[in-house]
Nanobody
């Protein structure tokens, strides 16, 4: 059974930090490119960070220097460490695994709200 489960979202004040987790089951996460997307209310889906199967990371300009994507192969988990959070970071965050050109696995999403 193939599954991705995100966790770690919540309410945080501006300038605070959160760490999101995405646990994979049914496949080996380290064999594939992993990405984090987010979707704010009323807006389209935005690519936030990506981790290739060879360990190369990329980030959107809006989060560069504040967010870090990483993985723990022993736990089959990918993380998104979010620091210096801003109100504009408020969104539902989704984990995605790029299995092939035709197959992508998505988690259910976790809500991140940055507000005072």
């Amino acid at each position: 059974q193939v599954q991705l489960v995100e966790s770690g979202g919540g309410l945080v004040q501006p300038g605070g930090s959160l760490r999101l987790s995405c646990v994979a089951s049914g496949f080996t996460l380290s064999n594939y490119a992993m990405t984090w997307y987010r979707q704010a209310s009323g807006k389209g889906r935005e690519l936030v960070a990506a981790l290739s199967s060879t360990g190369v990371t990329t980030y959107s300009d809006s989060v560069k220097g504040r967010f870090t994507i990483s993985n723990d192969n022993a736990k089959n988990t990918v993380y998104l460490q979010m620091n210096s959070l801003k109100p504009e970071d408020t969104a539902v965050y989704y984990c995605n695994a790029e299995i092939s050109v035709n197959i992508n696995y998505w988690g259910q999403g976790t809500q991140v709200t940055v507000s005072s």
